[in-house]
């Protein structure tokens, strides 16, 4: 089956839906969701989105604090751009699409997160994600150039001579292939969170896009940069469920399990230090003591406070016993960023024509080799914005979305009892090495031993991924298995530690800096239906 329309954009997070609600004043938008249309990081995004509100704080002091905590990686240029639209794109989301930020005595109640030196985080309690994913879902059910595919699930792009034409998508309802043309597809498939054992992402975050597009030959950058965020619930039962930074903002104090505080032993800012020096001090702390968790205390704030400031977090932690208004919330850190991803530009260009990025699953460089907490939905924000207003002039200039047939695609045939048991030992492997050896810390050995590892995975998954019938496992699996292999590849490829990158064989920063730039060659390029 065959849909065509002027714009493919996979992904309906906030990057997705910002272009799509955008592009669909321009023509017809086919958006696609691997699964429900509110699921991915979006929805769960706590903290909020950075922009200068205040009339204390000025584009420039963003502009610096992001390059700060980008340890040398930033574009300034980027950040200057990003950081100036970060108040006019943030008042169209309250004009435009009814979003509404917690208000403080009539006013915008902006938030305090680690590296930012004036509050400017603006925030829906600790509901942010919610509060932005249903208010532009509303939005784009009811734009009537909006056509939404739940359930589907883009596998590969079909491209040719280096421009893209659209996608071959499995619909998991029917187990069908379809085809998908547009003149301008767009990747907004967010980021590869579940290349790791402990994440705070979704399931859908298994580097589709980016596993997708370096298939097709565009490059990707800086894959090594996974941010891995300080303070995830620690429970059997609680799955990628993250405490904010936000509550290290309003006064929440690290301690270990004897109450004892420990960031002043690590740095000046303590608790509000830069992200990777907190996680880097936490896994310090659970090395040292063999503990399995830290702990996160606001039990000295008044009850009444914390419940109005943070009520999901309060509620979700009472359903596993922990009332955090009185006692101690265990966390532990867990991958939450994909740094590095798709190269483009800020409005989504990739090295591929007609194909843009945007999102997580892009690196524009705007978050160097750390990102400042709360700049990614503005990242998302302003560059799904801009990217809508380039893939509408590629798409005047293209005019309709070709005809042209897709090669067929060949969906498998054989179905194996096994098969199950192979793809949950395969993603459990791999997600646990990531883990232990391309983690918070690496080294020449831990990466050299994932190396291999990995190699073995990826030879048994090219061994039954073509004859088997196709299922939304084996396509997750498949992606995991892709984009583990390009942060293995980028990390090897670092030879300092910056940022999120810290190697224990290489502990200094170098003098020169570089990205980590990887396209697959000609030579290794894959045809789309054939073998990976
Ligand atoms: P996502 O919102 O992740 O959406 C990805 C979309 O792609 C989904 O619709 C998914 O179904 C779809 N998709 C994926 N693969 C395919 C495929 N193969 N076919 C079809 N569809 C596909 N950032 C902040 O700035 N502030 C915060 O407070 C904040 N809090 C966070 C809290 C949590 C728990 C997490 C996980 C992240 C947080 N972040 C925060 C990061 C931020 O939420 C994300 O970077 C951002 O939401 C990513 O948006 P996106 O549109 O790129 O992708
Ligand atoms: C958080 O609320 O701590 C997450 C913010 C972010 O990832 O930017």
Request: with cysteine.
């Amino acid at each position: 089956m065959r849909v065509s329309s002027d714009f493919l954009v996979i992904g309906s997070g906030i990057s997705g839906l910002i272009y799509a609600l955008k592009a669909a004043q321009c023509g017809t938008v086919s958006l696609l969701s691997k699964d429900q249309i509110t699921e991915g990081s979006t929805f769960y995004a706590q903290g909020g989105i950075a922009a200068v509100f205040d009339e204390k704080d000025s584009i420039d002091i963003h502009v610096e604090d992001t390059l700060e905590a980008g340890d040398g990686l930033c574009l300034r240029e980027v950040a200057q751009e990003i950081c100036s639209d970060g108040p006019k794109v943030v008042q169209e989301l309250i004009d435009n699409y009814n979003v509404k930020f917690t208000n403080k005595k009539g006013e915008i109640d902006l938030g305090l997160e680690g590296g930012h030196s004036q509050r400017r985080v603006l925030h829906a309690q600790d509901k942010t994600g919610i509060e932005l994913q249903t208010k532009l879902v509303d939005a784009a059910k009811k734009e009537q150039n909006i056509s939404i595919f739940e359930n589907h699930v883009a596998i590969n792009l079909f491209t040719d001579n280096n421009v893209c034409f659209g996608a071959y998508v499995y619909d998991k309802t029917k187990g069908k292939i379809m085809n998908f043309q547009a003149s301008v597809t767009t990747i907004a498939t967010g980021g590869a969170g579940k290349a790791f054992l402990v994440t705070s992402n979704p399931d859908v975050c298994t580097g589709d896009g980016i596993a997708m597009v370096y298939r097709a030959g565009a490059k990707i950058i800086n894959m090594e940069l996974i941010q891995f965020h300080p303070t995830s619930l620690y429970h059997p039962h609680a799955k990628a469920f993250l405490i904010t930074e936000a509550m290290r903002g309003e006064g929440a104090k690290l301690v270990d399990k004897d109450g004892n505080r420990f960031m002043n032993k690590y740095h000046p800012k303590k608790e509000l230090a830069p992200r990777d020096i907190v996680s880097r001090s936490i896994d310090a702390e659970l090395k040292a003591s063999g503990d399995d968790s830290v702990f996160l205390d606001i039990t000295h704030k008044d009850p009444a406070f914390v419940k109005e400031r943070f009520p999901m977090i309060y509620e979700r932690c009472l359903t596993f016993g922990i009332d955090i208004t009185a006692q101690l919330i265990p966390v532990v850190p867990a991958a939450h960023y994909t740094i590095g991803g798709i190269k483009a530009t800020t409005s989504g260009e990739t090295t591929i024509k007609n194909l843009l990025a945007i999102g997580e699953a892009a690196c524009t460089s705007f978050h160097g080799a750390n990102r400042l907490a709360s700049n990614s939905l503005l990242e998302a924000l302003v560059c799904g914005s801009k990217a809508a207003k380039l893939g509408s002039t590629i798409c005047i200039d293209t005019g309709a979305p070709s005809k042209r047939p897709f090669p067929k695609w060949d969906p498998g045939e054989a179905e194996d009892s096994d098969e199950m048991v192979i793809i949950k030992q395969n993603w459990d492997e791999i997600r646990r090495f990531m883990w232990n050896y391309v983690g918070i810390v690496r080294s020449n050995n831990r990466l050299k031993r994932a190396s291999h590892r990995l190699d073995i995975v990826m030879k048994e998954i090219n061994q039954f991924y073509w004859d088997f019938k196709i299922h939304p496992h084996l396509l997750d699996l498949r992606n995991l298995a892709q984009v583990a292999e390009l942060i293995i590849r980028c990390a090897k490829g670092r030879k300092e530690s910056r940022g999120v990158h810290y190697s224990i064989d290489f502990p200094m920063k170098s003098d020169v800096l570089y990205n980590t730039e990887l396209q697959i060659s000609m030579v290794d390029r894959i045809p789309i239906n054939e073998e990976l």
